[in-house]
């Protein structure tokens, strides 16, 4: 059997089915993504629609390929986050003083090295941050101290927007879905 050649179309297609609710493919490890007027896809779950064929049947750098040959999207491999990696980094540092000091004695001082990152973030609904810092009254949901500050922009008591299933994982950005925390409650929500 001859495998059907894919289009433009056919992957714009499966964007809208994917869009739409068609993601039958819900575990897939998403490290591979292709880019399309802004909105991000999983590339291995968007060839799998697209070509109605099981995500073990093929690689994932394959399908990346196809796409990025249509020449028409943007295909992007994302690794272990930097921050993930900065820290996994100083928690190793972190295991032996000698070694660390000895590296910090030998250290030479210049300024650090400037990356250029790609950063995607979701757009926010702003009214949704403003119903959850409203209904907080300045008091932090989780801890129920007030606002360690004022912030210095609107000299409204700082308190930050988080969702409790975040939006990554499929999250709404709803009240209902969002907390009002300090700063200290917010880290903690992510990494403690």
């Not at 059997?1 to 894919?6: A, C, G, H, S, T």
């Not at 003083?97 to 973030?121: F, H, M, S, V």
């Not at 009214?127 to 209904?135: I, Q």
């Not at 939006?167 to 403690?192: I, S, V």
């Given at each position: 059997?001859?495998?059907?050649?894919?289009?433009?179309?056919?992957?714009?297609?499966?964007?809208?089915?994917?869009?739409?609710?068609?993601?039958?493919?819900?575990?897939?490890?998403?490290?591979?993504?292709?880019?399309?007027?802004?909105?991000?896809?999983?590339?291995?779950?968007?060839?799998?629609?697209?070509?109605?064929?099981?995500?073990?049947?093929f690689?994932?750098?394959?399908?990346?390929?196809?796409?990025?040959?249509?020449?028409?999207?943007?295909?992007?491999?994302?690794?272990?986050?930097?921050?993930?990696?900065?820290?996994?980094?100083?928690?190793?540092?972190?295991r032996?003083?000698?070694?660390?000091?000895?590296?910090?004695?030998?250290?030479?001082?210049?300024?650090?090295?400037?990356?250029?990152?790609?950063?995607?973030?979701y757009?926010?609904?702003?009214?949704?941050?403003?119903?959850?810092?409203?209904?907080?009254?300045?008091?932090?949901?989780?801890?129920?101290?007030?606002?360690?500050?004022?912030?210095?922009?609107?000299?409204?008591?700082?308190?930050?927007?988080?969702?409790?299933?975040q939006?990554?994982?499929?999250?709404?950005?709803?009240?209902?879905?969002?907390?009002?925390?300090?700063?200290?409650?917010?880290?903690?929500?992510?990494?403690?």
């Open positions: 059997m001859k495998k059907k050649i894919l289009t433009v179309h056919d992957i714009k297609k499966a964007m809208k089915e994917y869009d739409g609710g068609n993601n039958p493919y819900k575990v897939i490890k998403k490290n591979w993504f292709v880019i399309d007027a802004g909105t991000i896809y999983p590339v291995k779950t968007i060839y799998a629609i697209a070509t109605k064929r099981k995500p073990t049947s690689n994932t750098k394959e399908a990346a390929a196809m796409l990025a040959n249509l020449n028409y999207f943007r295909v992007e491999a994302h690794g272990k986050d930097t921050r993930e990696q900065f820290e996994s980094n100083v928690k190793l540092a972190m032996d003083d000698k070694a660390r000091r000895k590296r910090l004695a030998n250290l030479k001082r210049k300024k650090p090295r400037l990356r250029l990152t790609t950063t995607y973030t757009e926010r609904n702003s009214d949704v941050v403003a119903e959850v810092r409203s209904r907080a009254k300045g008091i932090c949901e989780e801890c129920k101290s007030n606002a360690p500050f004022r912030d210095k922009k609107n000299n409204l008591p700082f308190l930050e927007v988080h969702h409790v299933v939006l990554a994982k499929g999250g709404d950005d709803t009240p209902e879905n969002a907390r009002a925390l300090c700063p200290n409650c917010h880290r903690q929500a992510h990494y403690g």
